[in-house]
């Protein structure tokens, strides 16, 4: 069974000021860990992924993800956030063991105020 | 508590033969999303439709259609399928249009074979 958690319903930050949105996963093999971005009335829009590598994964708008196997977490970063970073983030796993199967977490609202 | 149910679960037809797949949003969400994810591959957002109308589209083929009906659960239909439509098809559902705090749940996917 796999599975990912976002903790924080909520994520509150002041534009300019560093944005992490947690996420923790739990898979019974080697993880494949995704993030995406919802905006207002838009389907997914996907963010960064880790496969295998090095830790500190870089994506789309400036954001990065670092992957930390002794955690089992895999929360993403901007070191600056922008008031158009205001959207709703997904964490998702996949095991190895199956090509299809996606868990998404509940999501994390990020609001970042001017 | 109820969450998003797809059926079925598992189909499997022949090329060029039709499908039809169905998501029961949660009570009282509003907006469907609908998903292609093919194996080993990141989810592809199909369309999205908004009390019953439209309200995004993604890259979904012609051959396909959806909507979504007064209940709110919504069908996508698929035509002269292709071996490449195999894939895991899943939905999601949210309340509004997706605005600051509107969270999608997703379902569990109906796994898709064409033979």
């Known amino acids: 069974a796999q599975s990912v958690a976002q903790p924080e319903d909520q994520v509150n930050v002041a534009e300019g000021n560093p944005l992490t949105v947690k996420c923790t996963y739990s898979v019974s093999g080697n993880p494949y860990l995704f993030w995406y971005v919802q905006y207002p009335n838009r389907g997914l829009q996907f963010l960064l992924k880790y496969i295998t590598g090095d830790n500190l994964v870089k994506g789309s708008y400036g954001f990065e993800a670092e992957f930390n196997k002794s955690q089992t977490s895999f929360h993403l970063k901007k070191p600056s956030a922008l008031v158009s970073d205001s959207a709703l983030y997904f964490c998702a796993v996949r095991d190895t063991w199956d090509d299809y199967k996606l868990s998404f977490g509940a999501g994390t609202t990020v609001t970042v105020r001017a | 508590a109820a969450g998003v149910i797809q059926s079925p679960r598992h189909l499997i037809k022949e090329k060029r033969e039709t499908a039809t797949l169905k998501c029961y949003p949660i009570p009282r969400h509003d907006t469907v999303y609908w998903y292609q994810q093919g194996p080993g591959q990141d989810p592809q957002f199909l369309i999205s439709f908004y009390e019953k109308m439209q309200s995004d589209k993604g890259s979904i083929p012609d051959r396909f259609s959806a909507q979504q009906f007064s209940d709110y659960h919504s069908e996508l239909n698929m035509s002269s399928l292709e071996l490449g439509d195999s894939a895991l098809y899943f939905c999601?559902?949210?309340?509004?249009?997706?605005?600051?705090?509107?969270?999608?749940?997703f379902g569990q996917g109906t796994r898709l074979t064409v033979v």
């Open positions: 999601a559902s949210s309340l509004g249009a997706g605005g600051q705090g509107t969270k999608a749940f």
